[in-house]
């Protein structure tokens, strides 16, 4: 089956720069992606990382190391609106299907 | 681009009633959706994989015979939650992927249906 991992909460000041991780095992993996949700709301796509390396997308970065099982989401110049859930998710094959399995998610708490 | 709507938004039933939730790709054509559950404070878990014209692909431990999905179009699929029960309480969520999407990976997400059973 698949599995990951990333911190439940993290709590970080206005301006700051701050680091979500997440680790996964899966067979088949294609890539990682990540996902941003508000309370009440649906998830947005942020970003994709199908190789290694680092992605980078406005503010938002995104890191991947297959060899390692791991990746991470950075977010830059933090704003009070950036607080919300944000979910890792791998796609992988299963049963002759392309599927994503989500992470639990954590929870960014943006402090002034 | 890429707006996908879900109706309705919101759904309040009674007990043993069934509910269809549309799920639809406005400014493309998707060839899968996905339907998702979340509880609250919980993670996205998958429930089926929808592919236009043919039978929806069901995780395990989900029942089939109770989430009725239907794709019949490249930009439409629906579930029914047929005999609703409290348990069934959720936010239901859709989301497609283009022709082109597995490249990217990119997964539309709809704005999600948030259903009550009482």
């Known amino acids: 089956g698949q599995s990951l991992e990333q911190p439940s909460e993290v709590t970080a000041v206005e301006g700051a720069i701050v680091q979500i991780n997440c680790t996964y095992q899966t067979s088949g993996f294609y890539g990682l992606s990540w996902y941003q949700q508000h309370d009440g709301g649906a998830p947005t796509f942020l970003s994709y990382n199908a190789l290694d390396g680092l992605e980078e997308t406005g503010r938002f970065s995104s890191f991947l190391s297959r060899s390692d099982s791991y990746g991470y989401l950075l977010l830059q110049e933090l704003q009070m609106k950036d607080s919300a859930s944000y979910f890792c998710?791998?796609?992988?094959?299963?049963?002759?299907?392309?599927?994503?399995?989500f992470g639990t998610g954590t929870k960014l708490q943006v402090i002034p | 681009g890429a707006v996908v709507s879900q109706h309705p938004s919101w759904v309040i039933c009674k007990s043993g009633t069934s509910v269809k939730i549309e799920c639809r790709s406005l400014d493309f054509q998707a060839t899968t959706m996905f339907w998702y559950r979340q509880f609250p404070k919980q993670s996205l878990m998958l429930m089926a994989t929808s592919n236009e014209g043919s039978k929806a692909t069901y995780e395990q431990g989900v029942e089939k015979d109770k989430f009725l999905i239907n794709h019949a179009s490249l930009t439409l699929s629906t579930l029914t939650v047929t005999s609703a029960h409290p348990e069934d309480s959720s936010f239901y969520i859709c989301?497609?992927?283009?022709?082109?999407?597995?490249?990217?990976?990119?997964?539309?997400f709809g704005p999600g249906t948030r259903l009550t059973v009482l």
């Open positions: 989301s497609a992927v283009g022709l082109a999407g597995w490249v990217t990976d990119t997964q539309y």
């Open positions: 998710a791998v796609s992988h094959a299963s049963g002759g299907y392309q599927k994503v399995t």
